[in-house]
């Protein structure tokens, strides 16, 4: 059902809209954790309004919606992007490529390969790693490109280490192995990238997640009262719509 008008998706959504999300302590660091689910979430990517300009906030997000009828529920940034907050990777947003794959290495970690691709199927998520996804591409209705993967097939990412020194207030995504529930999480403190793909893995047991982005990462989870607001615009924004009540 995922690009069908949005009056038509909210009328056939499960009663159900708000994402599952709670706060908990792993290795001694707290992080915000919120399940999506396949069945019963609208989970999008978005990145320009109707007048062709960005986002940027989850606030104009949340106002653009409710203009339609709708509201943003939780919201998170979706990757890495440039300095005009274009994506730097492969970009679907209903059913179009607006980016293509990025599949050479680089600076930064959108370049600390393997990367790889969170896609928003039709009836499930999914995150590939990126020589994996462009082997056999999904029809993604919408997908973002970011790096480093945090978990690939159960192994932490080979450059990962225990006492690594950067840290950052970090988020990601994992996605459990059915595909029906796609964990998203954000330190509430800066760690490292072994304990953030440890989280996934050992905490969440989930076989492959993603980096997204760590300093500018935000999370906006309205039941707990996070609205993510920061001083620094976003690029694209992964965000349940949910009806207007």
């Given at each position: 059902m995922r690009g069908w008008p949005l009056l038509l998706l909210l009328a056939l959504a499960a009663p159900s809209y708000a994402a599952d999300c709670r706060e908990e302590t792993f290795l001694g660091e707290g992080f915000v954790i919120c399940d999506i689910h396949a069945s019963q979430d609208d989970l999008r990517v978005f990145l320009k309004d109707k007048d062709g300009d960005v986002f940027g906030r989850f606030s104009r997000l949340d106002a653009a919606l409710n203009e339609e009828g709708a509201r943003l529920g939780f919201a998170t940034n979706a990757g890495m992007y440039h300095d005009d907050r274009r994506p730097v990777g492969y970009y679907?947003?209903?059913g179009k490529e607006l980016q293509a794959v990025i599949s050479t290495d680089g600076p930064g970690n959108f370049g600390?390969?393997?990367?790889?691709?969170?896609?928003?199927?039709?009836?499930?998520?999914a995150v590939i790693e990126t020589q994996l996804f462009l082997a056999n591409?999904?029809?993604c209705v919408f997908a973002t490109q970011s790096g480093p993967m945090l978990v690939i097939e159960g192994d932490l990412h080979p450059r990962f280490?225990?006492?690594?020194?950067?840290?950052y207030?970090?988020?990601?995504?994992?996605?459990?192995?059915?595909?029906e529930i796609a964990s998203f999480a954000i330190s509430k403190n800066a760690v490292n990238f072994h304990t953030f793909g440890r989280l996934f893995r050992d905490h969440l047991s989930l076989k492959n997640a993603l980096y997204l982005d760590g300093n500018i990462s935000r999370m906006r989870v309205p039941e707990l009262?996070?609205?993510?607001?920061?001083?620094?615009?976003?690029?694209?924004?992964?965000?349940?719509?949910?009806p207007l009540e």
């Amino acid at each position: 059902m995922r690009g069908w008008p949005l009056l038509l998706l909210l009328a056939l959504a499960a009663p159900s809209y708000a994402a599952d999300c709670r706060e908990e302590t792993f290795l001694g660091e707290g992080f915000v954790i919120c399940d999506i689910h396949a069945s019963q979430d609208d989970l999008r990517v978005f990145l320009k309004d109707k007048d062709g300009d960005v986002f940027g906030r989850f606030s104009r997000l949340d106002a653009a919606l409710n203009e339609e009828g709708a509201r943003l529920g939780f919201a998170t940034n979706a990757g890495m992007y440039h300095d005009d907050r274009r994506p730097v990777g492969y970009y679907v947003e209903n059913g179009k490529e607006l980016q293509a794959v990025i599949s050479t290495d680089g600076p930064g970690n959108f370049g600390l390969l393997p990367n790889g691709i969170f896609c928003v199927r039709e009836d499930d998520f999914a995150v590939i790693e990126t020589q994996l996804f462009l082997a056999n591409p999904p029809e993604c209705v919408f997908a973002t490109q970011s790096g480093p993967m945090l978990v690939i097939e159960g192994d932490l990412h080979p450059r990962f280490l225990p006492d690594g020194s950067s840290t950052y207030v970090r988020n990601g995504v994992g996605v459990s192995e059915d595909g029906e529930i796609a964990s998203f999480a954000i330190s509430k403190n800066a760690v490292n990238f072994h304990t953030f793909g440890r989280l996934f893995r050992d905490h969440l047991s989930l076989k492959n997640a993603l980096y997204l982005d760590g300093n500018i990462s935000r999370m906006r989870v309205p039941e707990l009262g996070l609205d993510g607001a920061g001083f620094v615009a976003l690029g694209p924004i992964l965000g349940v719509v949910e009806p207007l009540e």
